[in-house]
């Protein structure tokens, strides 16, 4: 059977997650009602990553088969026109032919992600569900100082929500940017994978060295810990954008 890759773009404001669920709307169920309006046949979409309930996407990888081979221009349309009809908060960005053997999440070799926190006294309409809003200051250098011990091969535990299924949290960080953008601070996070709200953990902790409730060093006793109650707390999940999948 023909396999064929798309790139999604979704704002999880209200959508329960990537994977279907019986008590409210997902992408994959968006997705997959779209794929058996235009070709007749159910077939499951497989995702790079199943994003939680409000987290939003900007290049979400997916897969799936069909019974035979589309133009892929026209695959992209008729995804996007039902999708319209459904308001659907998704989009399929690009649609292109791949493999029998490429999995949209077995294959991937590194994820990417972004996370938004709005750093100003008033709160954004335009930006409602899509940051995090801190209304006082945030010293980005102690975020950055702290991030520095984040960065390579450790165990997450402290970091791993407690309905994580990985087998191990034992994962490797290969990336852990900070940078302000006028009023947003942008953290940039990229790792082969990553376990169950350990962006938006370590966001949250992060978040804690900016307003001097942490120092960075405190870091390094957190990880040795391997206690989520060592660590801060869970960033908002409006804060956060899968960015990228690589492969």
């Known amino acids: 059977m023909p396999r064929s890759k798309i790139t999604v773009e979704y704002d999880g404001t209200n959508l329960l997650g990537w994977q279907r669920q019986l008590d409210g709307p997902s992408v994959q169920e968006h997705l997959e009602n779209a794929l058996l309006a235009f070709t007749g046949h159910h077939s499951e979409i497989c995702a790079a990553g199943r994003t939680d309930a409000g987290v939003h996407a900007l290049g979400q990888v997916a897969h799936f088969d069909t019974y035979k081979t589309w133009d892929l221009y026209r695959l992209k349309e008729a995804f996007n026109a039902h999708l319209r009809t459904e308001n659907a908060p998704v989009v399929v960005i690009s649609a292109e032919e791949t493999t029998p053997d490429f999995h949209a999440r077995f ?16 709160p954004s309409i335009i930006l409602q569900n899509r940051v995090w809003w801190v209304p006082y200051s945030l010293n980005i250098e102690a975020m950055r100082q702290g991030a520095k011990h984040l960065l390579g091969h450790h165990d997450f535990s402290s970091f791993r929500a407690s309905a994580c299924q990985a087998k191990s949290p034992l994962k490797t960080l290969d990336k852990l940017d900070i940078e302000r953008q006028n009023d947003e601070i942008i953290f940039t996070v990229e790792a082969r994978s990553f376990l169950h709200h350990q962006v938006r953990n370590m966001v949250g902790t992060l978040k804690m060295l900016g307003n001097g409730y942490l120092k960075p060093q405190d870091i390094i006793t957190i990880l040795e810990k391997k206690d989520r109650k060592a660590a801060g707390v869970t960033a908002p999940a409006c804060g956060l954008y899968l960015n990228k999948v690589m492969y």
């Open 107 to 122: 294959s991937a070799v590194g994820r990417g992600y972004i996370y938004r926190i709005l750093n100003r006294p008033s």
